[in-house]
């Protein structure tokens, strides 16, 4: 009877259970223990797929590589010499074998271009979900950190390019940039609800950018909740303080200037549409639809930002500094690839932003002469 008791009490432990109870019966036998443990590593390496490789991401068609992991292959490559970091290349010192740069990149452009699970990740790569938690996180910080290396103001050189490409569109002079702010869906904390809540009644963080006319970023201000309005945001960012400091840093000429919609205030630098309360002159109205016709750049960029990196369709993490993290980690992603002539051709996302009249100058000085020379610009196309 005892021997009968003792079996259906083992049957009923669990795996974990057994394994602790054998470790605390081993610890005073080295020999034993160690062999024990070596087992137990072994099991948990393989514990996913007796049978595996990693010859079918190898397999993929130049298209399929394209669709799944959101750029082309020698951009892949590219992009592997530069986030590679010392994590990358330890070495192996037992327990769990280190990942190479390739495998961990795989992994972390597979999240951030289909919003995938861990889980799923972890099946799919033969990893324990808690190995591609680590990895992930340590790629998209390194990524992170190379937002002042690929997200950077044009130069005095390249401010004559930009200037030329936006006048190109439809004759609007003097433009840098374009700027705007996005929401980004994301699992927003407990105790923060309300905070998040943004005009669409969903929990989102807000993305402030500038956009080129060839849809690259060259400044962004993230984290701010989805209920901030954007002029708050812009009269919080660095942009902001930095212009107020050395205005000529940003706007080698008083010719050139930044075009935001009618949420922004306007300034000397940032020419806003006239607001139409139902009396707008016809010079008024040419100015606005050129105005439009401009600035919508940076909403197409937005677009194909969000259609490449689905994550931000819905980052499912409760933290705000990881969800803002992911965002700034696909900005550079998004301008690398563009950097390398690596476009995206798929739908634009439907992520057009509605503005708000009810914005409060910031500085009168500048709303002045920012006014005068929105009426110059609109002069000069009659």
């Not at 970091?85 to 070495?91: G, M, N, R």
């Not at 030329?164 to 569109?169: D, L, V, W």
């Amino acid at each position: 009877m005892g021997p009968v008791k003792t079996k259906i009490l083992i049957n009923d432990f669990s795996n974990d259970m057994l394994a602790m109870l054998l470790c605390l019966f081993l610890r005073r036998r080295p020999t034993l223990f160690s062999a024990f443990m070596y087992i137990l590593c072994f099991e948990r390496n393989n514990h996913i797929r007796s049978i595996y490789s990693e010859n079918w991401i190898f397999r993929y068609k130049n298209a399929d590589f394209y669709m799944h992991f959101r750029l082309t292959r020698d951009t892949f490559h590219k992009l592997v010499g530069v986030v590679q970091c010392p994590e990358f290349s330890k070495a192996y010192q037992g327990g769990g074998v280190p990942l190479n740069c390739e495998k961990v990149l795989l992994m972390t452009l597979w999240l951030l271009g289909k919003g995938d699970s861990l889980v799923s990740i972890g099946d799919r790569f033969d990893v324990a979900t808690s190995t591609v938690h680590y990895y992930v996180n340590i790629m998209i910080g390194r990524l992170v950190e190379l937002v002042p290396k690929y997200i950077q103001w044009p130069n005095a050189q390249e401010i004559v390019t930009i200037e030329r490409q936006f006048y190109e569109i439809c004759g609007y002079p003097g433009v840098i940039g374009a700027i705007d702010g996005c929401c980004v869906n994301f699992k927003a904390p407990l105790n923060q609800q309300d905070s998040y809540i943004d005009k669409n009644d969903k929990h989102s963080i807000k993305i402030q950018a500038v956009s080129t006319a060839t849809r690259i970023f060259t400044n962004i201000n993230v984290g701010f909740p989805g209920s901030v309005h954007d002029s708050r945001i812009l009269h919080n960012s660095q942009l902001y303080r930095d212009t107020g400091l050395n205005l000529l840093k940003y706007f080698p000429s008083e010719q050139y200037h930044l075009l935001g919609d009618k949420a922004y205030p306007i300034l000397e630098w940032l020419i806003t549409p006239f607001k139409d309360y139902g009396n707008l002159t016809r010079r008024q109205k040419i100015h606005n639809y050129k105005h439009s016709k401009t600035r919508i750049r940076v909403e197409h960029t937005f677009g194909i930002w969000k259609s490449r990196w689905r994550i931000l369709r819905y980052i499912n993490v409760n933290c705000p500094k990881k969800a803002a993290k992911i965002i700034a980690a696909c900005c550079v992603l998004h301008n690398f690839c563009y950097q390398n002539y690596d476009e995206w051709n798929d739908e634009i996302s439907d992520v057009l932003e509605d503005g708000n009249d009810n914005v409060e100058a910031l500085h009168i000085n500048n709303e002045n002469i920012g006014i005068r020379k929105r009426e110059n610009i609109a002069n000069s196309f009659i």
